[in-house]
């Protein structure tokens, strides 16, 4: 019999043992278990949209990259394209080059004749003065000098050039 009151006594020393823990620690233990359990249905959840998201994100990089790819391509066709252009460009060079001196020799003739007109706009306009100087002793009325179109034109009256019924030129006429 003492075995089995060993026994008796070792079974009630590990029911002892093992029912030491107070019910509030066990009820709060099993809240803390509930409350990591529903952390982790959320950690999982945003695990999942964070996936989701992830595939997301990675196909509109890829798409983006798909879109730099395709403009990197057009640059590269545009810039072969001028290219071309400047070729074209080179080769009439030469011909706008002409073309601007061509340009420039007449703008310098232009000029030069500028210059001469109006060195002779001076000259005829010396010229009226000098005739209205010589002339100021002669009534201003019968006689009028001027210029019209780069000309220098005089006009005299037929009171001065000719006596009344008289078709020969008068003295004063002839002085004039």
Same mark, same amino acid.
């Not at 809240?31 to 959840?45: E, G, K, M, V």
């Not at 999942?48 to 057009?74: H, R, Y």
């Given at each position: 019999?003492?075995?089995?009151?060993?026994?008796?006594?070792?079974?009630?020393?590990?029911?002892?043992?093992?029912?030491?823990?107070?019910?509030?620690?066990?009820?709060?233990?099993?809240?803390?278990?509930?409350?990591?359990?529903?952390?982790?249905?959320?950690?999982?959840?945003?695990?999942?949209?964070?996936?989701?998201?992830?595939?997301?994100? @990675?196909?509109?990089?890829?798409?983006?990259?798909?879109? %730099?790819?395709?403009? +990197? $391509?057009?640059? #590269?066709? =545009? /810039?072969?394209?001028?290219?071309?252009?400047?070729?074209?460009?080179?080769?009439?060079?030469?011909?706008?080059?002409?073309?601007?001196?061509?340009?420039?020799? @007449?703008?310098?003739?232009?000029?030069?004749?500028?210059? %001469?007109?109006?060195? +002779? $706009?001076?000259? #005829?306009? =010396? /010229?009226?003065?000098?005739?209205?100087?010589?002339?100021?002793?002669?009534?201003?009325?019968?006689?009028?000098?001027?210029?019209?179109?780069?000309?220098?034109?005089?006009?005299?009256?037929?009171?001065?050039?000719?006596?009344?019924?008289?078709?020969?030129?008068?003295?004063?006429?002839?002085?004039?």
């Amino acid at each position: 019999m003492n075995i089995k009151n060993s026994l008796f006594s070792l079974l009630v020393a590990t029911v002892l043992l093992f029912s030491c823990v107070s019910q509030k620690k066990v009820d709060a233990i099993r809240q803390q278990l509930a409350n990591s359990q529903a952390d982790y249905q959320q950690t999982a959840a945003a695990l999942g949209t964070c996936k989701t998201q992830d595939g997301a994100d @990675k196909q509109q990089i890829a798409d983006l990259s798909a879109q %730099i790819d395709k403009l +990197k $391509d057009d640059n #590269n066709s =545009a /810039l072969g394209k001028l290219d071309d252009m400047s070729v074209i460009s080179k080769d009439q060079g030469a011909s706008i080059k002409q073309s601007m001196a061509d340009i420039r020799a @007449k703008e310098k003739f232009i000029k030069e004749l500028m210059a %001469i007109i109006n060195r +002779k $706009d001076s000259i #005829n306009d =010396a /010229l009226v003065n000098n005739l209205k100087a010589a002339l100021v002793d002669i009534n201003d009325k019968d006689i009028n000098v001027k210029i019209e179109k780069g000309v220098v034109y005089i006009d005299i009256s037929d009171k001065l050039l000719f006596k009344s019924g008289s078709y020969s030129v008068t003295e004063i006429a002839k002085e004039v």
